[in-house]
Every structure is written in C-alpha cells, then in structure tokens.
T-cell receptor, first 113, second 113 residues
Framework: RKEVEQDPGPFNVPEGATVAFNCTYS??????FFWYRQDCRKEPKLLMS???SGNEDGRFTAQLNRASQYISLLIRDSKLSDSATYLC?????FGGGSYIPTFGRGTSLIVHP | DGGITQSPKYLFRKEGQNVTLSCEQN?????MYWYRQDPGQGLRLIYY???????QKGDIAEGYSVSREKKESFPLTVTSAQKNPTAFYLC????????????FGSGTQLSVL
C-alpha cells in the first residue's frame, strides 16, 4: 500500500465550479501536511500548509483529519488558471526525529470555459 | 537572489553511459533531496541528505549515486545500471531548523538516445 494516496483524476470542471480533492496517508507518525501545485513539466510550488483547525487562503481551503488520516483541498469559484496537478505531501517521521517529504501521485484538474 | 539551480534542463544519455545532474543551492539549507517523476506519476524519492558528507537511499536508489561534499551541492549520477532512466528529475532543499517548506529546482528532463 502506498504511503500517500490520491485519486489521479482528471477532474474536469467548468469555470466557477467548486471542486474538492482528498488524500489519504497510511503512516500515523506523519508530522505535517501540504498541498503543492504543479504545472506540466515544471517544479511543484507550495500552495498551502494543512492544519487540523483548517486553513483558508482566498478560494482555497485545506483541512486535516488526523483520526481518519486524510487531508482535503477545496477550490471555490474555479478559474481557468487553476488547471494543474495538485500534489499532496506528507512529512513522515523517521529515525532521529527527522522526516522525509513524501508525495502522492497528484490529482489532475482541468477547468474549462 | 537565493534559490536552487538544476542543470542541464535537458539531457540525453546513450546506452551504457553514466550522466550527472547538477543541483546547487545558495539558501544555506542542510537537507537536500532528489526525486524522480514519471508521466502521470507523483515524485518518488531517490536519495536524500540531511547534512554534509552524509546521504541516505530513498525508495528507488538502485542505479543512482550521489555525493554531498559541500553543503550547497548535491549532484546525482544516473549510472548504466539504471535501465529505464527516462524521467523528469527534481532536486529540492529544506531548512531543517526553521521550516518544512521544500524549495525546488526547475528540473532536468533526462532521455535515452
């Protein structure tokens, strides 16, 4: 079983739609959680960190559910420019207190006019 | 400006040839990582280094080697033992003392001739 799992999609939505992605992780020692955005053949860029209390940045809302071991990303009022792949990243603890950033395979979003 | 630089952007490898991908950062980050990304897939960890002169294998280290002789440099060699090297390679760094955010280079696309 993969440590971080995402539905690869693609999610194909019209402009203005609300879309939600989920990501599950298997290691309960996971320390911190993030969503990254990646455009085709570009480097990933940090979209937002994810906290248990939930956090919002404009049209984007992220939520962490530690009991069920999943994180979510909600995008409201989708724009054409939101079309990209969204990567779930989990920092997994290993020996010595350090951790390794572990990526899901990404969820593809296509926003059409 | 501080950042992380990967070179070359595109690289071609002949059968039986070793090639080296460069990764340099001037962010004074301790931790550095190499990831491989295949089309439609997430990032898979090849090697990582938490400190100078030390590095560890990731999930897919076979056929690759690294060195960390200087804090700012973490080159990746793709050896002839790696039978399927065609992929997008991403280098990242992180400040282990102050943050969890990953800083990425712009990537190297490696193809086999």
């Amino acid at each position: 079983r993969k440590e971080v799992e995402q539905d690869p999609g693609p999610f194909n939505v019209p402009e203005g739609a609300t879309v939600a992605f989920n990501c599950t992780y298997s290691n309960s020692a996971s320390q911190s959680f993030f969503w990254y955005r990646q455009d085709c053949r570009k480097e990933p860029k940090l979209l937002m960190s994810v906290y248990s209390s939930g956090n919002e940045d404009g049209r984007f809302t992220a939520q962490l559910n530690r009991a069920s071991q999943y994180i979510s990303l909600l995008i409201r009022d989708s724009k054409l420019s939101d079309s990209a792949t969204y990567l779930c990243v989990v920092n997994i603890i290993f020996g010595g207190g350090s951790y390794i950033p572990t990526f899901g395979r990404g969820t593809s979003l296509i926003v059409h006019p | 400006d501080g950042g992380i630089t990967q070179s070359p952007k595109y690289l071609f490898r002949k059968e039986g040839q070793n090639v080296t991908l460069s990764c340099e950062q001037n962010l004074n980050h301790d931790a550095m990582y190499w990831y491989r990304q295949d089309p439609g897939q997430g990032l898979r960890l090849i090697y990582y280094s938490q400190i100078v002169n030390d590095f560890q294998k990731g999930d897919i280290a076979e056929g690759y080697s690294v060195s960390r002789e200087k804090k700012e440099s973490f080159p990746l060699t793709v050896t002839s033992a790696q039978k399927n090297p065609t992929a997008f390679y991403l280098c990242a760094s992180r400040d282990t003392k102050t943050g969890e955010k990953l800083f990425f280079g712009s990537g190297t696309q490696l193809s086999v001739l």
